[in-house]
């Protein structure tokens, strides 16, 4: 045996795991993978062998067209891995299928998160806390700035704006997986009923979501519909189709988006964004710290965003921290 934690090495291309010859999200194929969520930062085509829970696995089925090496582990199943580690999946709170992969070898524990958050979020299971001797976690939104409202107060936002526009639309630009689906569910949870109108590229993902028992309430495409059906109506779509031709056929849309990144006036504006909805999908800021206090491990390796702050909050905190240079994650997803 090495030395203590010598067996999992921060690579740029991903976390690799020397004894079991494999990897945790890596950018690039491999011939075998762990792989945290569907986004495709995290969940590249083309691994030997896939390793993920069921819904991971669907959703990278409906975006790479193939189900080859996949190979299936449910929340809180542990499977054994070559030279005697254990991989268990835990639930990350963060989309559809999202977990947290701890891994335990020669009694050593060691959690990587892929992306989490710690609010509630009716289409997936909550972040589970798990104790662990290194805990790897994202800081995409590793700043105190980012302090993300109660979604309460968005949903409130967007339907009190609706109502006060019965002749337009409301056009929600949100990414295609996890985002446009939470805050359909989030519509519905506010008392929304009315059919949520969505453009094309939306539809399989929100169609997966409910073949895997999300509830999303009557769904209408835009194409198959008038402009005078959609006024007073949501219309969901991309964000890159917010300001293109598309949104032409709609009635005289209101454009909004959902993002953490619309904390920043200047990234709505850039998009012409109207109505600015401060949903995230990943951690804030207060939500980092109090789950590195949580998990309270013996150090903590901190990647994908703006690792410094946090870094320096964990030295302030008389907390081990180190900053990952792992590349290739860009955020596709908030
Ligand atoms: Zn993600
Ligand atoms: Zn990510």
């Known amino acids: 045996m090495g ?29 075998k ?29 409906l975006r790479y067209n193939t189900r080859e090496g996949a190979t299936p582990v449910e929340y809180g199943e542990t499977i054994r891995l070559k030279g005697g580690v254990d991989a268990t999946y835990i639930p990350a709170g963060h989309v559809l299928g999202s977990a947290q992969i701890l891994l335990e070898h020669a009694g050593e524990r060691v959690i990587v998160t892929g992306d989490y958050k710690r609010r509630e979020d009716p289409t ?9 001797d290194i805990f790897i976690t994202e800081a995409t939104f590793g700043l105190p700035v980012f302090c993300h409202p109660p979604i309460e107060e968005e949903m409130a936002k967007l339907l009190d704006r609706l109502r006060a526009h019965p002749d337009r639309c409301v056009l929600v630009g949100a990414y295609a997986l996890g985002k446009a689906q939470r805050v359909i569910a989030e519509l519905r949870r506010a008392g929304h009923k009315e059919p949520i109108y969505l453009h094309g590229a939306m539809e399989k993902m929100c169609r997966l979501y409910e073949e895997h028992g999300v509830d999303l309430g009557e769904l209408r495409l835009v194409a198959d519909h008038e402009k005078d059906d959609m006024r007073g109506a949501i ?8 300001n293109d031709r598309w949104s032409r056929r709609l009635p005289d849309p209101i454009t909004a988006m959902a993002s953490g990144w ?13 109505l600015p909805l401060v949903i995230s999908d990943h951690a804030d800021w207060g939500e980092l710290t109090r789950t590195i206090r949580e998990v309270d491990a013996h150090e903590n390796w901190i990647t994908h965003g703006r690792e410094d702050a946090l870094l320096r909050w ?17 955020d596709e997803d908030d």
Request: neutral net charge; contains cysteine.
């Open 33 to 61: 993978a762990l792989v945290t969520h569907g986004h495709a930062d995290h969940a590249r085509g083309g691994h030997g062998e896939t390793v993920a829970t069921p819904e991971t696995l669907a959703i990278m089925e």
């Open 124 to 132: 997936c299971p909550p972040f589970e806390v798990q104790k662990c």
């Open 314 to 330: 964990c030295q302030l905190h008389q907390r081990r921290a180190r900053a990952l240079a792992l590349v290739g994650y860009e």
């Open 3 to 31: 030395a203590p934690f010598s067996w999992i090495k921060p690579e740029p291309h991903g976390i690799y795991i020397e004894p079991a010859d494999c990897w945790v999200d890596p950018s690039r194929a491999v011939d």
């Open 262 to 274: 619309m904390r920043i006036r200047q990234r709505a504006r850039q998009r012409n964004v109207e």
């Open 235 to 242: 219309v969901v779509c991309p964000p890159s189709a917010l």
